[in-house]
């Protein structure tokens, strides 16, 4: 019986994770890689918006609501992975003269975004910004190391593909892409049931004044609770 990339899952993760060449070699052979891949995208979605929680939270959205926003997030998540991918495809194309389909770069790319499952640990206190960084830093040396392998570029050159595919999709996403991005967060603030901020001021500013934010609602409510009893 044909094993798949499925059937191996786990030890193709905590080989992208160890950033070793053989596990990339596999997810280009195995059957249904692209699948395990989307997985891998999914859960990293997930975890990354479980570790953001903490914005739902002040921003005080339900529960039925904070678990349809974690999974919207998730695959909000995916969708622009999978551009980030098809963007490094075209550049490897163009570029490298790459003969490779689209589904090796988005198998290479998912499984590059292993370390990222661990993402809910930016949570932490103190420890939340060290942590993002090294998962960035881990998951940009994966790619490299699975581009390497998929398109046999040397290291600098598949960091090149890597970053400048990043930088068509930035550029794509500011253009043409506006009108994704702005159904995205409509869809995101929808399910939240609120308007969510998203930018990093944004998020810390609307951190610091979540507790004060609370307290102010509860003398509100204790207030009118006051009112009504005199009444």
């Given at each position: 019986m044909t094993q798949t990339a499925l059937d191996r899952f786990?030890?193709?993760v905590f080989g992208a994770i160890a950033l070793n060449p053989e596990a990339f070699k596999l997810i280009q052979t195995l059957?249904?890689?692209?699948?395990?891949?989307?997985?891998?995208?999914?859960?990293?979605?997930f975890s990354q918006a479980v570790g953001q929680g903490l914005v739902l939270f002040v921003n005080r959205v339900k529960p039925l609501?904070?678990?349809?926003?974690?999974?919207?997030?998730?695959?909000?998540?995916a969708f622009t992975i999978g551009f980030w991918g098809l963007s490094t495809w075209l550049v490897?194309?163009?570029?490298?003269?790459?003969?490779?389909?689209?589904?090796?770069?988005w198998s290479t790319l998912g499984f590059a975004y292993a370390p990222l499952m661990f993402s809910f640990l930016v949570a932490l206190p103190y420890l939340g910004v060290p942590i993002q960084v090294l998962l960035?830093?881990?998951?940009?040396?994966?790619?490299?190391?699975?581009?390497?392998?998929?398109?046999?570029?040397?290291?600098?050159?598949?960091?090149?593909?890597?970053?400048?595919?990043?930088?068509?999709?930035?550029?794509v996403q500011r253009s043409i892409g506006r009108p994704v991005a702005i159904l995205g967060k409509w869809l995101s603030n929808?399910?939240?049931?609120?308007?969510?901020?998203?930018?990093?001021?944004?998020?810390?500013?609307?951190?610091?004044?979540?507790?004060?934010?609370?307290?102010?609602?509860?003398?509100?409510?204790?207030?009118d609770r006051g009112d009504n009893r005199k009444v």
């Open positions: 786990w030890e193709l059957p249904q890689s692209s699948i395990a891949a989307l997985y891998i995208v999914l859960i990293a979605g609501r904070f678990i349809l926003s974690l999974f919207i997030a998730s695959m909000l998540f490897s194309v163009i570029l490298f003269n790459a003969n490779i389909p689209y589904g090796i770069v960035s830093i881990w998951t940009l040396l994966g790619l490299v190391m699975g581009l390497r392998v998929a398109f046999g570029l040397s290291v600098w050159q598949a960091l090149w593909c890597g970053v400048l595919g990043w930088v068509v999709f930035q550029i929808t399910v939240a049931g609120t308007r969510l901020v998203t930018d990093m001021q944004g998020l810390e500013q609307l951190l610091q004044a979540g507790p004060q934010m609370l307290r102010r609602d509860n003398q509100t409510n204790a207030g």
